[in-house]
């Protein structure tokens, strides 16, 4: 049973304009949620994180979203680079575990 | 800082050998560091928790007599994949978190290495 959800595999955005990431998850216990970012090859690379506790933790380009009631949350990039073209992996902090979504392939174009 | 190096990066070995791979925190020290599997277009998996100086905790579906795992030091952590068969192939990703986690802080997580791609024959 998949905890943490990314129901969209792939997104193309225009440079210059918003990315929005999408991440669902199940597990109400649930207590801190992270973004990463992933080149192919490589390991994840840390971009932002979130309490449960709040609903907005804003770095730079990148802001997190976090709807505790809808069990959403969801990552912002504006403006969007095409350095910013990788897979983004959301997860979910359970006690010492890291719960990854699948991910979300972005593509951003000139 | 927060720099966690894997090796090796890739290796090709044949059905029914052992390989090693190297999970090591360059700058800071690792109390406890994760392993994780990826499939082709999957999401990371994780295999393990690896604790300095005790047993590793593995999850449920994976074989600890087949993937070991030690901790011998705070910098390094050894998965290795014993009796390797083709379906064992996969990229294999270690993750470290440092010492400020266990005194309360958030938001310093876990830093990952680039990975080890293996291919069983």
């Known amino acids: 049973d998949q905890q943490v959800k990314q129901n969209s595999p792939s997104l193309s955005v225009q440079e210059g304009r918003i990315s929005i990431l999408n991440c669902d998850y199940t597990n109400s216990m649930f207590d801190y949620f992270l973004w990463y970012k992933k080149y192919p090859a490589e390991g994840p690379t840390f971009l932002i994180s979130i309490s449960s506790i709040k609903d907005k933790n804003e770095d730079g380009r990148f802001t997190v979203f976090l709807n505790k009631s809808a069990k959403h949350l969801s990552l912002h990039i504006v403006p969007s680079q095409p350095g910013d073209s990788a897979v983004y992996f959301c997860a979910a902090s359970e006690g010492d575990k890291l719960i990854f979504g699948t991910g979300t392939r972005l593509q951003v174009f000139p | 800082g927060a720099v966690v190096s894997q090796h090796p990066s890739w290796v090709i070995c044949k059905s029914g050998t052992s390989v090693k791979i190297e999970c090591r925190s360059l700058?800071?020290?690792?109390?406890?560091m994760f392993w994780y599997r990826q499939f082709p277009k999957q999401s990371l998996m994780l295999m393990a928790t690896s604790n300095e100086g005790s047993k590793a905790t593995y999850e449920q579906g994976v074989e600890k007599d087949k993937f070991l795992i030690n901790h011998a030091s705070l910098t390094l952590s050894t998965l290795t994949v014993t009796s390797a068969h083709p379906e064992d192939s996969s990229f294999y990703i270690c993750?470290?978190?440092?010492?400020?986690?266990?005194?309360?802080?958030?938001?310093?997580?876990?830093?990952f290495g680039p990975g080890t791609r293996l291919l069983v024959l």
């Open positions: 993750s470290a978190r440092d010492l400020i986690w266990k005194r309360g802080g958030r938001g310093s997580t876990q830093y």
């Open positions: 700058d800071f020290q690792a109390t406890t």
